[in-house]
């Protein structure tokens, strides 16, 4: 594994996320002094991470190949027909590892060592999230033995499964440290996520129920998703203006840095809200959450990057949502045989697109298999970017039936390669494994 470095400046620079003066202000950015620096700016990089993760690179190449974008110029139309190799991942790797969760490690001890629970229950929050993330993405990843190089300077691999397990005995502890009346406001939450009326231990609910869907606990997800997110101003969302380095991580990436790229044209998602193909239930106000999303320019139908859309240069992105929350609610009960209360969080969601969008939502009576799939398409076309989709398509072996993009294929990639970096530095290295080969969760 690539040399754990103990970095505390802002891996914003050069990927761009929010600008966190608050968190950086004083910081010395020598490793060999890196105990000098306070916990709660050190969390602030691990969320900046949390950040990149759920809205850069691996968000952008899950998009591709689930059919809700299209890479539409040079690389771009590789990676769009699966063509990726282990070094694409690096960068996600190191972040993930490296100038994440090391980092998070490094606050829990500041909070431990100076009594404040609060810190290290946000970092616990912060590792769990790029731990299950990562273990969602690549399958088997190192854990217990990871992060500390001079012991362990070739960390062995644990079984995605006990990784994901691990991730909730984070997530347990993280609650307990929390409390119920700790805001992302108000604690350890902004610059890096807007500051709402979000409550930590809501969060963390809703991350268990989304971590127990990808391990198919349905029960768990159930109950752990009604304890989350209550409401749809309580979302943990990150925080971007117009502002150097503080802007949309996709408007950076479409408007600044790689112009046609990534587009809509054709994809799946955008059929689906235009009718040219049919949805599960019928949705009439598609039409004005299309234009939210998307906007033609040119010959292109590109991302809504245009003051209000989607993307837009100060947007929000969604980390873990109260959306998300209610159709993880839907789907865990659908999964149970609980059609009443499936019908319900997803009548609740389709009244709140709504108002939302000024626009006809109709809710549904239907029971059974129909039921399920109607909830799995509304979380897709809900979730655009998200790597939560991702996980569905590969979970339910899709079940939505995703366009295939590469003839050569009979199925979209089933997990990230393992890094180069990897390949090349960690003695413990398990060996390749195919782009193709499901994750052990979802064999």
């Given at each position: 594994m690539?040399?754990y470095?103990i970095?505390?400046?802002?891996?914003?620079i050069?990927?761009?996320s929010?600008s966190c003066e608050d968190?950086t202000?004083?910081?010395?950015?020598?490793?060999?002094?890196?105990?000098?620096?306070?916990?709660?700016?050190?969390?602030?990089?691990?969320?900046l991470?949390?950040?990149?993760?759920?809205?850069?690179?691996?968000?952008?190449?899950?998009g591709?190949w689930v059919?809700?974008?299209?890479?539409?110029?040079?690389q771009y139309?590789?990676?769009?027909?699966?063509?990726?190799t282990?070094?694409?991942?690096?960068?996600v790797?190191?972040?993930?590892?490296?100038?994440g969760?090391?980092?998070a490690r490094?606050?829990?001890?500041?909070?431990?060592?100076?009594?404040?629970?609060?810190?290290?229950?946000?970092?616990?929050?912060?590792?769990?999230?790029?731990?299950?993330?990562?273990a969602?993405?690549?399958g088997d990843?190192p854990?217990?033995?990871?992060?500390?190089?001079?012991?362990?300077?070739?960390p062995?691999?644990?079984?995605?499964?006990?990784?994901?397990?691990?991730?909730?005995?984070?997530?347990?502890?993280?609650?307990?440290?929390?409390?119920t009346?700790?805001t992302?406001?108000?604690?350890?939450?902004?610059?890096?996520?807007v500051?709402?009326?979000?409550?930590?231990a809501?969060?963390?609910?809703?991350?268990?129920?989304?971590?127990?869907?990808?391990t198919?606990?349905?029960?768990?997800?159930?109950?752990?998703?009604?304890?989350?997110?209550?409401s749809?101003?309580?979302?943990?969302?990150?925080?971007?203006?117009s502002?150097?380095?503080?802007?949309?991580?996709y408007?950076?990436?479409?408007i600044?840095?790689?112009?046609?790229?990534?587009t809509?044209?054709g994809?799946?998602?955008?059929n689906?809200?235009?009718?040219?193909?049919a949805?599960?239930?019928?949705t009439?106000?598609d039409?004005?959450?299309?234009d939210?999303y998307?906007?033609?320019?040119g010959s292109?139908?590109e991302l809504?990057?245009?003051?209000?859309g989607m993307?837009?240069?100060?947007?929000?992105?969604?980390?873990v949502?109260w959306?998300?929350?209610?159709l993880?609610?839907?789907?865990?009960?659908?999964?149970l045989?609980?059609?009443?209360?499936?019908q319900t969080?997803?009548n609740?969601?389709?009244a709140y697109l709504?108002?939302?969008y000024d626009?006809?939502?109709?809710?549904t009576?239907?029971?059974?298999?129909?039921?399920?799939?109607?909830i799995?398409?509304?979380?897709?076309?809900s979730?655009?970017?998200?790597?939560?989709i991702?996980?569905?398509?590969?979970?339910?072996k899709?079940?939505?039936?995703?366009?295939?993009?590469?003839?050569?294929?009979?199925?979209?990639?089933?997990?990230?390669?393992?890094?180069?970096?990897?390949?090349?530095?960690?003695?413990n290295?398990?060996g390749l494994?195919?782009?193709?080969?499901?994750?052990?969760v979802?064999?």
């Open positions: 690539k040399k470095k970095l505390l400046m802002l891996i914003a050069g990927l761009g929010v968190y202000d004083g910081i010395n950015v020598d490793p060999n002094n890196f105990t000098s620096a306070p916990g709660n700016l050190i969390v602030g990089q691990a969320e991470v949390v950040v990149v993760l759920s809205g850069s690179n691996s968000s952008r190449f899950a591709m059919d809700q974008f299209t890479g539409s110029d040079r139309i590789t990676v769009n027909n699966y063509g990726v282990a070094s694409d991942f690096d960068d790797w190191d972040d993930v590892y490296a100038d969760a090391a980092q490094i606050a829990k001890e500041s909070g431990a060592e100076s009594g404040d629970v609060l810190l290290e229950g946000v970092a616990t929050v912060m590792e769990a999230i790029l731990m299950g993330e990562t969602a993405l690549f990843i854990y217990r033995t990871a992060f500390d190089y001079t012991t362990n300077p070739d062995t691999y644990d079984a995605q499964a006990q990784v994901l397990g691990d991730v909730q005995g984070l997530l347990s502890q993280a609650l307990a440290k929390v409390g009346d700790a992302v406001a108000s604690v350890y939450g902004a610059p890096v996520f500051a709402n009326s979000a409550t930590w809501e969060v963390i609910h809703s991350l268990k129920a989304r971590y127990f869907m990808i198919k606990e349905y029960a768990s997800a159930h109950g752990e998703a009604l304890q989350g997110i209550s749809a101003d309580g979302d943990l969302l990150s925080s971007h203006s502002a150097s380095g503080a802007r949309n991580l408007y950076q990436f479409i600044e840095q790689r112009g046609g790229y990534l809509a044209n994809s799946n998602l955008t689906l809200m235009t009718g040219v193909r949805r599960e239930l019928d009439p106000g039409a004005a959450r299309f939210y998307f906007e033609t320019i292109d139908l809504n990057t245009s003051a209000g993307f837009a240069i100060d947007a929000s992105f969604p980390i949502s959306v998300e929350t209610r993880i609610e839907a789907e865990a009960a659908a999964q045989g609980l059609d009443t209360e499936a969080p997803f609740t969601v389709r709504a108002d939302k626009a006809s939502f109709p809710g009576t239907s029971t059974g298999t129909q039921l399920w799939m109607e799995m398409e509304e979380k897709y076309i979730m655009p970017g998200s790597l939560q991702y996980h569905d398509v590969r979970r339910t899709n079940a939505l039936g995703v366009p295939i993009k590469n003839a050569a294929a009979s199925t979209i990639p089933q997990r990230f390669y393992y890094p180069q970096v990897e390949i090349n530095a960690n003695d290295f398990p494994v195919d782009l193709f080969e499901p994750t052990p979802n064999k």
